[in-house]
């Protein structure tokens, strides 16, 4: 018995079915891949890399600080140990800065990120303190090893400033395309909420970097 040619196209479809649902596929995936970038999404994914990138920086600039803040104390301690109200003051908001989890979950957080900018702030302000008071020492404004960390705090200061700086340009990027419309819609679909960032009293403070003047 023979099969004729229009009888095996019939028993075989499969093959012929697997390709047309794989051209869909492909047809599908290309359509949803145009439609969301059409309507911001991928720009939402590179600007949110771009914001944590900005904010790992200051992070680890802040770090860096407050790694530099023991020997600082110490040393100052060896020339003006009577100074233990500033000392302490210093080392106290060096323990709450540091305390805090300072996770990428910060940056959708208002509050928490509200709480880093506080205790960095009052670190800022206890180190202020610290080297006015160190203007009273001559010996100590001579010894090597203090100068040695007024250039290192020196540096990561103005480090933390253009840290700072490109958190501050990327966020506010981020959030420019988080409430235009109409990629306001696709923030919203894709749970993309604005992000808090550095108050504008913080901005005008670091417009210009700070001077970490030891005395020379």
């Keep these: 018995m023979t099969t004729s040619p229009n009888m095996t196209q019939h028993a075989n479809p499969t093959p ?12 599908g995936a290309l359509l949803l891949s145009s439609l969301l970038g059409g309507c911001g999404y991928n720009d939402f994914q ?41 000392l302490e003051a210093v080392t106290r908001a060096r323990a709450a800065a540091t305390s805090i989890q300072v996770t990428p979950e910060v940056l959708n957080n208002p509050q928490a990120f509200q709480k880093f900018q506080q205790v960095q702030g009052e670190l800022s302000s206890a180190l202020s303190r610290l080297m006015a008071v160190s203007e009273n020492y001559p010996n100590l404004k001579a010894d090597t ?18 840290a700072r700086q490109r958190y501050i340009k990327s966020v506010q990027e981020y959030n420019v ?11 919203k679909m894709f749970n993309y909420d604005v992000k808090p960032n550095f108050t504008v009293e913080n901005e005008k403070a670091i417009s210009t970097p700070p001077t970490v003047n030891f005395g020379k």
């Design 16 to 27: 012929f079915r697997w390709l047309r649902a794989c051209i869909q596929s492909l047809l």
């Design 145 to 162: 090893g203090f100068r040695d960390l007024q250039s290192q705090l020196e540096g990561t200061e103005n480090r933390i400033t253009v």
């Design 177 to 187: 395309l988080a409430r235009s419309f109409p990629t306001n819609l696709t923030a």
């Design 46 to 86: 590179n600007k949110d890399e771009s914001v944590k990138a900005a904010w790992s920086e200051v992070v680890n600039q802040y770090q860096r600080r407050a790694d530099l803040i023991p020997n600082l104390v110490n040393t100052v301690k060896g020339y003006a140990s009577h100074e233990r109200e500033t």
